[in-house]
Each structure stands twice: as structure tokens, then as C-alpha cells.
């Protein structure tokens, strides 16, 4: 269909109320005044390129979404927008939603000019009824992170890199800066599919674990089309259900009780076995020595290292576990809080998440990948190679010397 201004306005005005936001506060992302935004969406004033790119950008689309012969009224941005009307309010989430969106949409078009099927890679969904209780909750994130195994055939085994197993899945995952509160979140476009965001500014450990979470939520609340993971929100049901999902994804309870008991610890105090030869039975028993099963903060750091989790959360496992009782576990509890367990850890060389883990970035290595082989096959240009690389935080001089090694310059 021929686009006509009036058209053209009308959609530009749709995306920006899907998204909640002013003429004024859409003005101010363009660099535009309220009254030329309003002219834009009246279709009284012509819009250039740069100012409509911008647009996009600011309502999460791709600017051929703007021209497609079938315009999608809501997107993932709008759908986030409707379930948490203050977003738009909130600037650095705002932003970070817009890029991480931008990032999907240019991800996407990269693997469409190199003719790259995603569509091969379809993510699993469970479909369980909503929670009814903190206690219904924890039993289904355990439940569908123990069939997830299964499904991947993961076993009992600790899982190696994360963020690699969840693009295999078809989710993509990217690292950007987000509010303090926010671990990560979840966007679902019908445009880039899954994509999954997590805090840049978060330590290794706890970037790990945000990506399981994000991943129940992936698994579990594909319908809800996005989700933010806040630190208030930590009591909702469904963020207790992916935070039980990802504690039991990352430190399964057969893995856990294996590596327990391969240190001769995690059995019964006191065990007794009978043998029966269809006449009579022989009874036989066998008793712990005092103490020898008692878990150590050492066995705890082990154990955080050994899955790649943090010392807070394995002790907090074996004691869902019962592997451990309260008491014990607040003798434990305190002992890592005074910083013994840091103490403990550097001296087994056990750190709580393997260092090559916190700088790894999955999506902005493949993002660059594509972008170099689109550039190489002239299906980009060099102007947008340097827009594309300035997008994940690499500069001009970087981007010279890579396409220099490449026989690319």
C-alpha cells in the first residue's frame, strides 16, 4: 500500500500511546516540541528519516514496522506499558527497554539479510494455572525446573554456561545497564521473539542467577508478553515461582544431595537395613560417628562453586533440603555473614561463579559476529557497521582494528 502522511501519523500516534507516552515526552526523546510532534501525527508535517528513526526507537519498534502493510497496534513495549502504567514515568527503565528492544529489532534484521532461520528455534512453554499460594508456587517452579532438565537431558549436572544454553533454546540474552531494583526482564515481540536482559551493573553470581529467573518466567508466563523482576515485586506468586524455577534449575536436589554425599555426608545418623531369605530377616544397623555429618561453611562454599551459585543461596538449598536444620543453618548463616565464607572460599580457590562468567556476553558477540559478515558481504554499510558496534559499547578506534585483523578495512 502507498503510505500517506495521514497513514504514517496515525501509526507513529498509536505506538505512542500503546506505550503511554506524552507528545511532549515522545518530543523529548526526537528532540522534537509537542506541537511538531502533534503536526506529525495530525499528517500536516513530513517526517525525515532520522526524526522517524528516532521514534522507533523511542517506542521499541523497528522503523519498518512503520511501513509494513500490516501495522501491529501492540508490541512488547505496549504490553509492558499496560500491565505497569508508571513505566514511561520512569526514565532509566524506559530507556533501557528501548534499547534492549532496538538491539532485538537490529539482531533480527542482521539475520534476515543473511538469510539466518530462527524460526527453527522454538522455546519450550508450560502451561501450569496461576499459583494459589506461595507454597503452590514453589512447587511448580521446582517441578517444571526439574522436567526442564530432563528436556535439555542436563541430569543432575551443574550447568555450564547459562547464557549460551538459553540462546540454544531461541531466547536471546543481552547485559545492560538497569536500575539498581531490576535484575532483569523479559520482553516477548512478535518481530524478535524472546529476549532476555539482565543487569550489567549485578555481580557475576547474581547475573547467573537472574538469568534462570527470567528463564521461568520464559517458560512459565509466555502470555503475559514481557516481565519486569523488581526487589518489591519479590513476594508477587509468580516472581516466588521463578525464583524457586531458577534455585532448582541451577542446583538441582539429586545433584545437590550427590555432591553431599561424595564429602560422606548428607545420610541418616543412624541407619538400619533387614535381609530376608523368605525364612527369616537379619537385621543389621549402622551409626554416624558424633558430628561426622554435620555440613561446614567449606562444604557450603564447595558446594556454591561447584554450581556456579553463591554461597548464600546453596546454604539456603540444603536447608530447603533438609540437609541441615535451623539451628545448623543459623550457625552457618552467621558464620558467612561475618565474611568467614569469603575467607573460606579464597582459600579453597572456590569463588562463588567461575571467573570467565562475569564478562560473558553471548548476544553482543554474536550481534557483533553478524554485523562484521553482513558488512563483509556488502549487505551493510560502513556508516551502519559503526552505528551497530556503537550500540553495544564499541568504539571507533576498536571497531578500525577489528576490521583491519578481518581484511575487512
Keep these: 500500500m502507498d503510505m500517506t502522511r495521514e497513514e504514517l501519523g496515525r501509526r507513529i500516534r498509536s505506538a505512542r500511546e500503546s506505550c503511554g507516552l506524552t507528545q511532549e515526552q515522545l518530543g523529548e526523546f526526537v528532540g522534537l516540541s509537542r506541537v511538531a510532534v502533534g503536526q506529525i501525527e495530525a499528517g500536516t508535517r513530513s517526517v525525515s528519516s532520522l526524526e522517524l528513526d528516532r521514534i522507533a526507537h523511542a517506542v521499541g519498534?523497528?522503523?519498518?514496522?512503520?511501513?509494513?502493510?500490516?501495522?501491529?497496534?501492540?508490541?512488547?513495549l505496549s504490553a509492558l506499558f499496560?500491565?505497569?502504567?508508571?513505566?514511561?514515568?520512569?526514565?532509566?527503565?524506559?530507556?533501557?527497554?528501548?534499547?534492549?528492544?532496538?538491539?532485538?529489532?537490529?539482531?533480527?534484521?542482521?539475520?534476515?539479510?543473511?538469510?539466518?532461520?530462527?524460526?527453527?528455534?522454538?522455546?519450550?512453554?508450560?502451561?501450569?494455572p496461576l499459583p494459589r499460594s506461595r507454597w503452590d508456587a514453589i512447587q511448580q517452579g521446582q517441578k517444571v525446573a526439574t522436567?526442564?532438565?530432563?528436556?535439555?537431558?542436563?541430569?543432575?549436572?551443574?550447568?555450564?554456561?547459562?547464557?549460551?544454553?538459553?540462546?540454544?533454546?531461541?531466547?536471546?540474552?543481552?547485559?545492560?545497564?538497569?536500575?539498581?531494583?531490576?535484575?532483569?526482564?523479559?520482553?516477548?515481540?512478535?518481530?524478535?521473539?524472546?529476549?532476555?536482559?539482565?543487569?550489567?551493573?549485578?555481580?557475576?553470581?547474581?547475573?547467573?542467577?537472574?538469568?534462570a529467573h527470567e528463564y521461568g518466567h520464559v517458560l512459565l508466563d509466555r502470555d503475559r508478553a514481557g516481565a519486569i523482576s523488581r526487589a518489591e515485586n519479590r513476594s508477587d506468586l509468580l516472581e516466588v515461582r521463578a525464583n524457586a524455577f531458577a534455585a532448582e534449575f541451577l542446583?538441582?536436589?539429586?545433584?545437590?544431595?550427590?555432591?553431599?554425599?561424595?564429602?560422606?555426608?548428607?545420610?541418616?545418623?543412624?541407619?538400619?537395613?533387614a535381609v530376608f531369605d523368605e525364612?527369616?530377616?537379619?537385621?543389621?544397623?549402622?551409626?554416624?560417628?558424633?558430628?561426622?555429618?554435620?555440613?561446614?561453611?567449606?562444604d557450603?562454599?564447595?558446594?556454591?562453586?561447584?554450581?556456579?551459585?553463591?554461597?548464600?543461596?546453596?546454604?539456603?538449598?540444603?536447608?530447603?533440603?533438609?540437609?541441615?536444620?535451623e539451628r545448623e543453618f543459623q550457625r552457618l548463616k552467621a558464620e558467612e555473614d561475618s565474611g568467614a565464607g569469603q575467607t573460606i572460599a579464597t582459600f579453597l580457590s572456590a569463588p562463588e561463579a567461575p571467573p570467565d562468567n562475569s564478562s560473558r556476553d553471548d548476544f553482543r558477540r554474536r550481534f557483533l559476529g553478524l554485523a562484521l559478515e553482513a558488512y563483509r558481504r556488502e549487505e551493510i554499510t560502513r556508516s551502519k557497521l559503526t552505528e551497530l558496534s556503537?550500540?553495544?559499547?564499541?568504539?571507533?578506534?576498536?571497531?578500525?582494528?577489528?576490521?583491519?585483523?578481518?581484511?575487512?578495512d
Excluded at 101 to 115: C, I, K, P, Q, S
Excluded at 312 to 322: E, F, G
Design 61 to 76: 519498534r523497528d522503523i519498518k514496522s512503520f511501513f509494513a502493510a500490516s501495522f501491529v497496534e501492540r508490541d512488547a
Design 82 to 128: 499496560r500491565s505497569d502504567a508508571e513505566l514511561a514515568q520512569q526514565a532509566d527503565l524506559l530507556k533501557a527497554l528501548q534499547d534492549s528492544l532496538a538491539l532485538g529489532h537490529e539482531m533480527t534484521n542482521l539475520e534476515r539479510l543473511l538469510e539466518i532461520d530462527r524460526v527453527q528455534l522454538l522455546t519450550a512453554s508450560y502451561e501450569l
Design 147 to 211: 522436567e526442564e532438565r530432563q528436556r535439555l537431558g542436563l541430569g543432575a549436572a551443574p550447568i555450564g554456561d547459562l547464557s549460551e544454553l538459553l540462546e540454544s533454546q531461541g531466547v536471546r540474552t543481552g547485559v545492560v545497564a538497569l536500575p539498581e531494583n531490576i535484575s532483569g526482564l523479559t520482553l516477548v515481540d512478535t518481530a524478535i521473539g524472546v529476549i532476555v536482559v539482565i543487569n550489567a551493573s549485578h555481580a557475576a553470581v547474581r547475573q547467573r542467577f537472574s538469568l
Design 251 to 273: 542446583m538441582p536436589a539429586d545433584g545437590v544431595a550427590q555432591f553431599v554425599l561424595a564429602f560422606g555426608k548428607g545420610a541418616a545418623s543412624r541407619a538400619q537395613i
Design 279 to 298: 525364612a527369616e530377616a537379619l537385621q543389621a544397623e549402622q551409626r554416624a560417628a558424633p558430628g561426622s555429618q554435620d555440613i561446614q561453611l567449606y
Design 300 to 325: 557450603v562454599a564447595l558446594l556454591a562453586h561447584h554450581f556456579g551459585a553463591s554461597r548464600i543461596s546453596a546454604l539456603y538449598r540444603v536447608k530447603n533440603l533438609r540437609l541441615v536444620d
Design 390 to 408: 556503537a550500540m553495544v559499547h564499541l568504539g571507533s578506534n576498536e571497531l578500525d582494528a577489528a576490521l583491519a585483523s578481518a581484511k575487512l
